[in-house]
């Protein structure tokens, strides 16, 4: 499968992949599937697979989506319950891995340092650092990064004043204690996203009692923990028939329920609350803890299986506090109100700190590349940057819906390659193209980092509407030659990849932007 060249000391690959999470672990098992000729291998930083799922360890940490679109099409999941922990996604993942041996492709413990794109060679020139030190060089033919979209090694964190006066435990959902016991401790869970919502009600059922402090409410929907319809078609149809059906049906429903949210938000608004109001039956209000300022899916909406987190409120094992947190005291926190709220345990489920393609020092013939000034191809490719993809998923719909699109276009972009016998591609956008925010959602990790972010188009293959129907037909079924990828013309790269080289990026809406920060600040957390 490989080779090393004496001369470079450079081993020779034609695909390396960065990652083997659910994105990393996908692309290895379809170059094996449809490109068993090709050379790769799959770079990992932590000792295990899994990615976000191997990484998290706070109570009751699951998934955010059906499990039917979450997992992969071509392994069904077979489980009863569709939002699985943590442990039921690494069982998976090690199922696969165990049954079509990718193992032998992932090297664990080792990090890509840097990246440079050589125009002589054609060649991704790869330096990786493994885990004692020592560092060795690939060179690849095509880069893929599934490392995902946020820091491994920290969380967002805002500047809370007296942090460092508090005296009890604070336990980060990212770094969280293996030896914490929470058992009849109070516990102020700050935050309101899928973290938030996830860790009170599990630890509510040991602690004394959970505060849930946000800033402002998110959308907050419920949904059985099992499907009836699964439940049926399990028992007469064979695994792969009922996981095509549940695929269509969970996919169906996330794109409606985001196309509903876009077009009519006032009814989708109230048929959420009304949902909540039934869920609390008064345990709380919700016109104040359940009713945000922003309309659905500007930020993800987030699942809560069998009403979860309503029943720990409406059995008075936990309770939503709205309000600004003034500053931590020695025992607890002090909210703007003048309320204070005394805690055994704090944790800060604030948020994600978000950074591109694993903080790889990523360069095109030694030039640094900047995301900003790079505009996204079909949701994986980027402008001007050759021979490279970045797994992406969905922000409205499960993450492996879109993962999936990009592993095929991968496989046979490389095979169209092969045939018409081309070195290198990226798609070539005219400086006239206007650009918006990459990512439609105004979550706080989004608008934090606008500055780095690449940017889309306002039309397609520039734009990127997150819809799974159209993609399906736009990407999976389109021509690859369709006159914005460039093959084997590497000439306009120099002039763009200089650091100060005149871009419409700097014509991006600044005023948007800087007024979408302000209105995120209120949703960061």
Request: aromatic letters at 12%; hydrophobic letters at 35%; proline letters at 4%.
């Given at each position: 499968?490989?080779?090393?060249?004496?001369?470079?000391?450079?081993?020779?690959?034609?695909?390396?992949?960065?990652?083997?999470?659910?994105?990393?672990?996908?692309?290895?098992?379809?170059?094996?599937?449809?490109?068993?000729h090709?050379?790769f291998?799959?770079?990992?930083?932590?000792?295990?697979?899994?990615?976000?799922?191997?990484?998290?360890?706070?109570?009751?940490?699951?998934?955010?989506?059906?499990?039917?679109?979450?997992?992969?099409?071509?392994?069904?999941?077979?489980?009863?319950?569709?939002?699985?922990?943590?442990?039921?996604?690494?069982?998976?993942?090690?199922?696969?891995?165990?049954?079509?041996?990718l193992?032998?492709?992932?090297?664990?413990?080792?990090?890509?340092?840097?990246?440079?794109?050589?125009?002589?060679?054609?060649?991704?020139?790869?330096?990786?650092?493994?885990?004692?030190?020592?560092?060795?060089?690939?060179?690849?033919?095509?880069?893929?990064?599934?490392?995902?979209?946020?820091?491994?090694?920290?969380?967002?964190?805002?500047?809370?004043?007296?942090?460092?006066?508090?005296?009890?435990?604070?336990?980060?959902?990212?770094?969280?204690?293996?030896?914490?016991?929470?058992?009849?401790?109070?516990?102020?869970?700050?935050?309101?996203?899928?973290t938030?919502?996830?860790?009170?009600?599990?630890?509510?059922?040991?602690?004394?009692?959970v505060?849930?402090?946000?800033r402002?409410?998110?959308?907050?929907?419920?949904?059985?923990?099992?499907?009836?319809?699964?439940?049926?078609?399990?028992?007469?149809?064979?695994?792969?028939?009922?996981?095509?059906?549940?695929?269509?049906?969970?996919?169906?429903?996330?794109?409606?329920?985001?196309?509903?949210?876009?077009?009519?938000p006032?009814?989708?608004?109230?048929?959420?609350?009304?949902?909540?109001?039934?869920?609390?039956?008064?345990?709380?209000?919700?016109?104040?803890?359940?009713?945000?300022?922003?309309?659905?899916?500007?930020?993800?909406?987030?699942?809560?299986?069998?009403?979860?987190?309503?029943?720990?409120?409406?059995?008075?094992?936990?309770?939503?506090?709205?309000?600004?947190?003034?500053?931590?005291?020695?025992?607890?926190?002090?909210?703007?109100?003048?309320?204070?709220?005394?805690?055994?345990?704090?944790?800060?489920?604030?948020?994600?700190?978000?950074?591109?393609?694993?903080?790889?020092?990523?360069?095109?013939?030694?030039?640094?590349?900047?995301?900003?000034?790079?505009?996204?191809?079909?949701?994986?490719?980027?402008?001007?940057?050759?021979?490279?993809?970045?797994?992406?998923?969905?922000?409205?719909?499960?993450?492996?819906?879109?993962?999936?699109?990009?592993?095929?276009?991968?496989?046979?972009?490389?095979?169209?390659?092969?045939q018409?016998?081309y070195?290198?591609?990226?798609?070539?956008?005219?400086?006239?193209?206007?650009?918006?925010?990459?990512?439609?959602?105004?979550?706080?990790?989004?608008?934090r980092?606008l500055?780095?972010?690449?940017?889309?188009?306002?039309?397609?293959?520039?734009?990127?509407?997150?819809?799974?129907v159209?993609?399906?037909?736009?990407?999976?079924?389109?021509?690859?030659?369709?006159?914005?990828?460039?093959?084997?013309?590497?000439?306009?790269?120099?002039?763009?990849?200089?650091?100060?080289?005149?871009?419409?990026?700097?014509?991006?809406?600044?005023?948007?932007?800087?007024?979408?920060?302000?209105?995120?600040?209120?949703?960061?957390?």
């Open positions: 499968m490989q080779n090393k060249t004496k001369e470079t000391n450079y081993e020779q690959l034609d695909v390396l992949i960065v990652g083997a999470g659910i994105s990393g672990l996908g692309m290895c098992y379809n170059l094996k599937k449809k490109r068993p090709s050379s291998a799959v770079i990992e930083g932590r000792k295990n697979i899994g990615g976000t799922w191997d990484l998290f360890k706070y109570p009751g940490i699951r998934s955010d989506s059906d499990m039917y679109t979450f997992a992969y099409s071509f392994k069904p999941w077979r489980e009863r319950e569709y939002i699985a922990t943590a442990e039921r996604i690494q069982h998976y993942l090690h199922e696969l891995v165990q049954d079509e041996q193992d032998h492709y992932i090297r664990f413990q080792q990090k890509v340092k840097s990246a440079n794109w050589d125009s002589n060679t054609n060649r991704w020139l790869v330096t990786i650092t493994r885990g004692d030190g020592e560092e060795y060089h690939i060179a690849a033919k095509f880069f893929a990064c599934c490392s995902g979209y946020y820091n491994y090694e920290k969380g967002y964190l805002p500047d809370f004043e007296g942090y460092d006066d508090y005296e009890g435990d604070i336990a980060h959902p990212q770094h969280w204690p293996e030896d914490l016991d929470y058992s009849g401790k109070n516990v102020i869970v700050i935050g309101s996203g899928a938030a919502v996830t860790v009170v009600p599990s630890m509510a059922k040991k602690a004394a009692h505060t849930m402090v946000q402002s409410p998110s959308y907050i929907y419920s949904r059985p923990a099992s499907d009836v319809m699964f439940r049926v078609l399990s028992r007469i149809l064979p695994a792969g028939i009922t996981n095509r059906i549940m695929r269509f049906k969970y996919t169906a429903l996330q794109q409606l329920s985001f196309v509903l949210s876009k077009k009519f006032d009814m989708v608004r109230k048929m959420v609350r009304n949902m909540n109001a039934k869920a609390l039956t008064g345990a709380a209000d919700v016109d104040v803890h359940f009713k945000p300022d922003y309309k659905p899916w500007d930020q993800r909406m987030a699942l809560v299986p069998d009403a979860d987190l309503f029943n720990v409120v409406r059995s008075g094992k936990a309770t939503v506090v709205t309000d600004h947190i003034e500053r931590f005291t020695k025992t607890g926190i002090l909210l703007k109100s003048g309320q204070e709220i005394d805690a055994d345990i704090i944790v800060p489920a604030t948020g994600l700190d978000l950074q591109l393609w694993g903080n790889i020092d990523l360069r095109v013939d030694g030039h640094k590349v900047e995301g900003h000034k790079l505009t996204n191809y079909k949701g994986m490719m980027f402008s001007q940057l050759p021979n490279f993809v970045w797994v992406f998923g969905y922000s409205n719909s499960s993450w492996t819906l879109k993962a999936e699109l990009t592993f095929d276009y991968v496989c046979r972009l490389l095979e169209h390659m092969e018409h016998g070195e290198s591609v990226y798609p070539y956008r005219s400086p006239e193209i206007p650009r918006q925010n990459l990512v439609g959602l105004q979550s706080g990790y989004i608008l980092k500055d780095i972010l690449p940017s889309q188009g306002d039309e397609f293959p520039w734009c990127n509407k997150d819809l799974y159209k993609d399906l037909f736009a990407i999976k079924h389109s021509k690859l030659a369709d006159g914005v990828l460039r093959f084997d013309d590497n000439a306009p790269l120099a002039e763009f990849h200089k650091p100060n080289a005149p871009t419409s990026e700097e014509q991006v809406k600044v005023c948007s932007r800087t007024s979408a920060v302000k209105a995120g600040e209120k949703s960061a957390a």
